[in-house]
């Protein structure tokens, strides 16, 4: 990792702090309380609207949208569209969260129309989500990544090339989570995040809230979906590949001091859970400077 790197991303998540930007998030029902929380802790403001009349509206006030594909019915649908065809117009930066991607035909059908409709900035999902958008035959787990997209030091080649080709193919700054994390441009650039701990795994929905952060599980895709929120945040203030790095990051470093935090006072999931809240809101720079583990290639 390059000290330009490190610089960029801690000046990100700076900036996003003084803006406290509103996000405007289509999320899954599951884990929207934690989402909302998640992006007060890191220093944004949370919009959960759902309803279809008002998207228009609540993407004039809102930084950037994050949409969720995890509990789908047509009411929501609608918004989502009505969400996309608004931020579009607005110029405001969309994140996809292609929840279940290649479970069923219709999460299929799902994810291809909102990547034609919202031309996402920001695609991010789990090594297995990201792989059925690649066209690729997976193991479906639902909504968990199967453990053969388990990305480890020998094959994180391999999947870089197999994101950076949906990065290509889609012009979207694409963000696999996983054990490491992928994140790849449309220009070719491809970094690898290590940090995160698996006690991530048994907090339902990190991934939400890092699309509105990084997990060292790969099997459990549930555990990912806040990512999706933090990286919202993160774009609303700045660009998209430094937006996903910084929110897989932060989440990551999160992680592992709430698992530290557990460990040396033999707490559970509960207090882990707590803490990772905590260490988020609390982040300093020095963290990113102390912790950060990103390969550049």
Not at 52 to 81: F, H, K, Q, T, W
Not at 92 to 106: F, H, M, R, Y
């Given at each position: 990792m390059?000290n330009?790197?490190?610089?960029?991303?801690?000046?990100?998540?700076n900036?996003?702090?003084?803006k406290?930007?509103i996000?405007?998030c289509?999320t899954?029902?599951?884990t929207?309380?934690d989402?909302?929380?998640?992006?007060?802790?890191?220093?944004a403001?949370?919009?959960?609207?759902?309803?279809e009349?008002?998207?228009?509206?609540?993407?004039?006030?809102?930084?950037?949208l994050v949409?969720?594909?995890?509990?789908?019915?047509?009411?929501?649908?609608a918004?989502?569209?009505a969400?996309?065809?608004?931020?579009?117009?607005?110029?405001?930066?969309?994140?996809?969260d292609?929840?279940?991607?290649?479970?069923?035909k219709l999460r299929?059908?799902?994810c291809?129309?909102?990547?034609?409709?919202?031309?996402?900035?920001?695609?991010?999902?789990?090594?297995?989500e990201i792989?059925?958008l690649?066209?690729g035959?997976?193991e479906?787990?639902g909504?968990?990544?199967?453990?053969?997209?388990?990305v480890?030091?020998?094959?994180?080649?391999?999947?870089?090339?197999?994101v950076k080709s949906?990065?290509?193919?889609?012009?979207?700054?694409?963000c696999?989570?996983?054990?490491?994390?992928?994140?790849?441009a449309?220009?070719g650039r491809?970094?690898?995040?290590?940090?995160g701990?698996?006690?991530?795994?048994g907090?339902?929905?990190?991934?939400?809230?890092?699309?509105a952060?990084?997990?060292s599980?790969?099997?459990?895709?549930?555990?990912l979906?806040r990512c999706?929120?933090?990286?919202g945040?993160?774009a609303?203030a700045?660009d998209?590949?430094?937006?996903?790095?910084?929110?897989v990051?932060?989440l990551?470093?999160?992680g592992e001091?709430a698992y530290?935090?557990t460990?040396e006072n033999?707490?559970?999931i509960?207090?882990?859970?707590?803490?990772l809240?905590d260490y988020?809101?609390?982040m300093?720079?020095?963290?990113?400077?102390?912790?950060?583990?990103i390969?550049?290639?």
């Amino acid at each position: 990792m390059t000290n330009e790197t490190l610089k960029s991303i801690i000046d990100l998540v700076n900036n996003m702090k003084q803006k406290k930007p509103i996000v405007e998030c289509l999320t899954n029902r599951v884990t929207i309380n934690d989402c909302a929380n998640m992006l007060l802790a890191m220093g944004a403001s949370p919009i959960m609207a759902e309803i279809e009349c008002e998207m228009a509206e609540i993407m004039a006030v809102s930084g950037a949208l994050v949409m969720n594909l995890g509990l789908l019915d047509e009411p929501y649908l609608a918004a989502m569209r009505a969400a996309a065809k608004a931020a579009k117009e607005q110029g405001k930066p969309i994140i996809l969260d292609p929840v279940g991607a290649g479970a069923s035909k219709l999460r299929d059908r799902v994810c291809a129309e909102m990547i034609e409709l919202a031309r996402p900035d920001i695609i991010r999902g789990n090594m297995s989500e990201i792989r059925a958008l690649c066209g690729g035959s997976i193991e479906s787990r639902g909504v968990d990544a199967s453990s053969d997209d388990e990305v480890n030091d020998e094959n994180r080649g391999e999947f870089g090339e197999l994101v950076k080709s949906l990065a290509e193919k889609t012009g979207s700054v694409v963000c696999a989570t996983g054990a490491i994390d992928v994140i790849a441009a449309p220009d070719g650039r491809v970094c690898y995040i290590k940090n995160g701990h698996e006690m991530l795994c048994g907090v339902t929905g990190t991934g939400c809230m890092c699309s509105a952060m990084t997990i060292s599980c790969s099997a459990t895709a549930s555990a990912l979906r806040r990512c999706s929120a933090m990286t919202g945040a993160m774009a609303a203030a700045g660009d998209p590949f430094t937006a996903a790095a910084a929110a897989v990051v932060m989440l990551g470093i999160a992680g592992e001091q709430a698992y530290e935090y557990t460990a040396e006072n033999e707490s559970g999931i509960g207090t882990f859970k707590v803490k990772l809240f905590d260490y988020i809101y609390l982040m300093s720079d020095e963290d990113f400077i102390k912790r950060a583990k990103i390969i550049e290639d």
